[in-house]
């Protein structure tokens, strides 16, 4: 795919532009010391007067407010230590951002929003999660303008999203150097939602899917929006309906919360058994590097990482132009972008937050031997 330059592009780079200037994140590798996964934000899709996807009975936003309770009172009961807050527990209406704003003001670990679909094929059924990104098919930018179009229920919509139309497919340019610093935690998080949905919940897994959701844009943590199920499906609207349906349904959701916060724990504290640290997958390889391999000493490098794309861009195009040393890898079919370098944490530490003057959304990696490892493994 290449990258489209129209007449409007250069407001969606001043989109592009406000946006990586207006979040101001810390890196997804560097967490709190504490270790610990304290609060998870339940958002029920859409609600008041925006009904969202119709079936023939039901609408999306009570379904998926059901479910979205159940999630939470599953979490409240089997993980009391865990903190669960909800953007609605109503029908209410809640715009897009300030759902953003209700889950980093809890300083949430993970976000989960949850919806029902819906598609002009009543034949097609099953359950997918998203992850922030640019669409990859014409199918996932149609779930995104459907979950999106929600702002035009906003007053002055425009003015709020900086320009942003959702049916329009140009608009979705900004997702493509969109800088997403908790990618690979999100991509764990939805996996584990999709594994439980097959595995246990018996459901058709239609995967892990990027695309451009307003929702998930400004959340300063690890996000994912999970599709249960096609309202447009009447065997699946029935099922969506039912007390089991939800009830299954919402119970792998908290299992893949409750995993994620496992394996959260277990990542970021320097003190877990390696061999289960080393057990995490945090690519779409399933890769499983021994990081803590006692028998050889090697060189550890630290990048700071300014940007991702789909494609391999120029490196004077966007914010890459802003830096003469850029170095690009690629990793779970992205191209990602880097300037700096240094052996020591301390000093890239220094540079960081000169970078982060230029790029405030640009975060630390580490490599050995050329391959990424958790910051936390290479300190």
């Not at 939805?190 to 919940?201: H, K, M, P, T, Y």
């Not at 929702?215 to 009447?234: C, D």
């Not at 052996?343 to 790029?359: D, G, P």
Request: proline residues 3%.
């Amino acid at each position: 795919m290449k990258i489209s330059y129209t007449n409007s592009l250069p407001n969606y780079l001043v989109f592009l532009l406000i946006l990586l200037l207006s979040i101001l994140r810390v890196d997804g590798q560097q967490v709190d010391k504490s270790n610990k996964f304290k609060t998870v934000v339940i958002d029920a899709g859409h609600g008041g007067k925006d009904s969202g996807a119709l079936g023939k009975i039901v609408k999306e936003k009570d379904i998926v407010l059901s479910i979205a309770l159940k999630v939470g009172a599953y979490i409240k009961e089997n993980m009391p230590d865990v903190k669960v807050v909800y953007t609605r527990t109503e029908d209410v209406f809640i715009p897009l951002d300030e759902r953003a704003e209700i889950a980093n003001r809890a300083k949430a670990d993970l976000f989960v929003s949850i919806h029902g679909n819906s598609i002009s094929n009543p034949k097609i059924y099953g359950a997918e999660t998203f992850v922030l990104g640019l669409h990859r098919s014409e199918e996932n930018l149609e779930v995104a303008k459907k979950e999106n179009s929600v702002i035009i229920l906003e007053e002055d919509y425009s003015t709020k999203y900086e320009g942003f139309d959702p049916t329009q497919p140009e608009s979705y340019i900004i997702f493509e150097l969109m800088q997403n610093v908790y990618l690979d935690q999100s991509i764990l998080a939805a996996s584990l939602v999709q594994n439980q949905f097959e595995s246990r919940v018996g459901r058709h897994n239609r995967g892990v899917k990027q695309a451009g959701f307003l929702v998930l844009r400004k959340t300063s943590m690890p996000g994912i929006l999970v599709e249960v199920g096609f309202l447009s499906n009447a065997k699946e609207e029935k099922y969506l309906m039912s007390e089991d349906g939800q009830t299954y349904i919402a119970s792998g959701i908290y299992r893949a919360v409750r995993d994620y916060r496992d394996k959260f724990e277990s990542r970021t504290n320097l003190s877990v058994n390696t061999d289960d640290l080393n057990k995490l997958a945090f690519n779409s390889n399933n890769e499983k590097p021994n990081i803590f391999e006692e028998e050889k000493i090697e060189e550890i490098e630290f990048r700071i990482q300014i940007a991702s794309s789909s494609q391999n861009v120029s490196d004077k195009y966007g914010v890459l132009a802003q830096f003469d040393d850029i170095w690009m890898y690629e990793e779970n079919n992205m191209f990602k972008y880097t300037t700096a370098i240094s052996n020591s944490y301390q000093e890239i530490s220094e540079i960081l937050k000169e970078v982060r003057m230029k790029v405030p959304d640009c975060f630390i990696v580490a490599f050995k031997n050329g391959e990424r490892i958790p910051v936390l493994a290479a300190q």
